[in-house]
Nanobody, 123 residues
Framework: QVQLVESGGGLVQAGGSLRLSCAAS????????MGWFRQAPGKEREFVAS????????YYADSVKGRFTISRDNAKNTVYLQMNSLEPGDTAVYYC????????????????WGQGTQVTVSS
């Protein structure tokens, strides 16, 4: 089993920045990729960004490309999401996810999920 714990959410004004962290513990050697998803009230959970553990490739949703950056520290089993130029439309619960396969990184087919952290962007 793998446990994921997110931190770093909060309330920020439009145009501001936040950095989310996700610490993985347990059988982290099984993980091939990690990602971030978000879910706004009344909406489906959607892909935000992902990265493979063994490569430097990163993937982003079009809505966040150029504003958000995903990075990882394999030594700490931690993945980060730097969010800049935040907009009210970014308001959501943000979830960290991890998977054993390195394919399908934009889908919801992840093996492990964190509990989520609230990000609220005021106008």
């Amino acid at each position: 089993q793998v446990q994921l714990v997110e931190s770093g959410g909060g309330l920020v004004q439009a145009g501001g920045s936040l950095r989310l962290s996700c610490a993985a513990s347990g059988r982290t050697f099984e993980l091939a990729a990690m990602g971030w998803f978000r879910q706004a009230p009344g909406k489906e959970r959607e892909f935000v960004a992902s990265t493979r553990k063994s490569a430097t490739l990163t993937y982003y949703a079009d809505s966040v490309k150029g504003r958000f950056t995903i990075s990882r520290d394999n030594a700490k089993n931690t993945v980060y999401l730097q969010m800049n130029s935040l907009e009210p439309g970014d308001t959501a619960v943000y979830y960290c996810a991890a998977k054993k396969l390195s394919s399908g990184l934009r889908t919801l087919e992840y093996d492990y999920w964190g509990q989520g952290t609230q990000v609220t962007v005021s106008s």
